[in-house]
C-alpha cells in the first residue's frame, strides 16, 4: 500500500514538473514573439516618421513600408496558433477574425489596389494599427516579465476609446475608396459561364465586409471597455484580447 502511495506521488510530482517545464517554455516564446513584435512594429513607425520629415507628404508611404507591413502583420497568425494550443487563454475563432481582417486589408485591400495606396485614409488606419500594436505588445511583454509600468497599462486600456473608431473608420474609407477600381477591374471575381460553374463578384464581396463592421466592431470596442473599468480598477482578469 505504501508503495503506491510512493509511486503515485512520484507520478505526480513528475506531472508537475513537465507542467512548470512546458509553462516556462511558453512563456519564454511568449515573451520572445511580443518583444518581437513591438519591434517590428517599432520599425514601422521610425519608418513612417522618417518618410514624412524627407519627404513632407503621404503619397508614397504605403509603398516604402509595405514589404515590413506585410512581413509583421502576416506573422500575428501565430496568434491563432497560440489559442488553438492554450497556451494564451483566448478565443480561437476571436483571434482568427481579427487577425485575418488585418491580413485582409493588408493584401487584399490595400496592398492587391494600387491605385488606393495615396489615399488618406490608408495612413489613418496605419497610423492606428501602429500606435495600437506598439501599446498591446508592450503592455503584453512587460506583464509577461512581471514587471508592468503604469503608464503602459494606462495607455493599453484608454488610447483605444479613440483609436479603435478612427482605425474602422481609415478602414471602411479605404475599402469604399476601392470599390469603383474593383467594380471596373472584376479583380477577383469570377464571371459565369466557366469550367468551375461558380459566380464569384469581389465588388460585393468588398460590401458585405463592410456591412459585417457594424455587428462585429461594437463587440470588440465594448468588450474592451468592460476589460478597462476591471483592470483600472484593480480586479484580477484574465486578459481575454491577445
Given at each position: 500500500m ?14 508537475n514538473n513537465k ?6 517554455l ?6 520572445f ?5 513591438t519591434a ?9 516618421m ?9 503619397k508614397?508611404?504605403y509603398?516604402s ?5 506585410k ?10 496558433g ?11 475563432i476571436v483571434t ?5 481582417s ?8 490595400t ?9 488618406e485614409?490608408?495612413?489613418?488606419f ?13 503592455y503584453y511583454t512587460?506583464n509577461l516579465?512581471?514587471h508592468l ?7 493599453r486600456?484608454?488610447?483605444?476609446i479613440?483609436?479603435?473608431p478612427l482605425?474602422?473608420?481609415g ?5 469604399y ?7 471596373r ?5 469570377m464571371?459565369?459561364p ?5 459566380s464569384?463578384?469581389?465588388?460585393y ?8 463592421y457594424?455587428?462585429l466592431f ?6 474592451m471597455?468592460?476589460q478597462?473599468?476591471?483592470v ?9 484580447d491577445?
Open positions: 505504501a508503495s503506491s502511495e510512493e509511486d503515485g506521488a512520484v507520478e505526480e510530482k513528475e506531472n507542467k512548470k517545464t512546458k509553462s516556462a511558453a512563456t519564454a516564446w511568449l515573451t514573439y511580443n518583444i518581437a513584435m517590428g512594429w517599432l520599425v514601422l513607425a521610425i519608418a513612417m522618417r518618410f514624412y520629415i524627407q519627404k513632407g507628404t503621404h508614397g508611404l509603398r513600408i509595405a514589404r515590413t507591413l512581413f509583421f502583420q502576416t506573422f500575428a497568425l501565430v496568434e491563432v497560440h489559442c488553438a494550443i492554450g497556451i494564451v487563454r483566448t478565443s480561437v482568427g477574425v481579427q487577425v485575418c488585418r491580413i485582409f486589408m493588408v493584401w487584399f485591400i496592398n492587391g489596389i494600387r491605385q488606393i495606396q495615396n489615399e485614409s490608408v495612413i489613418l496605419l497610423v492606428v494599427w501602429t500606435m495600437t500594436e506598439i501599446t498591446r505588445y508592450s512587460f516579465l512581471n509600468p503604469y503608464f503602459i497599462k494606462w495607455a486600456y484608454n488610447l483605444f479613440i483609436l479603435y482605425g474602422v473608420v478602414e471602411l474609407l479605404t475599402i475608396a476601392a470599390l469603383p477600381f474593383v467594380r477591374s472584376g479583380m477577383y471575381s464571371r459565369l466557366n469550367k468551375y460553374n461558380v464569384f463578384d469581389y465588388y464581396c468588398l460590401i458585405i465586409v463592410m456591412l459585417s457594424i455587428p461594437p463587440q470588440l470596442y465594448f468588450h471597455l468592460r478597462r473599468r476591471k483600472l480598477h484593480g480586479e484580477v482578469i484574465v486578459e481575454k491577445d
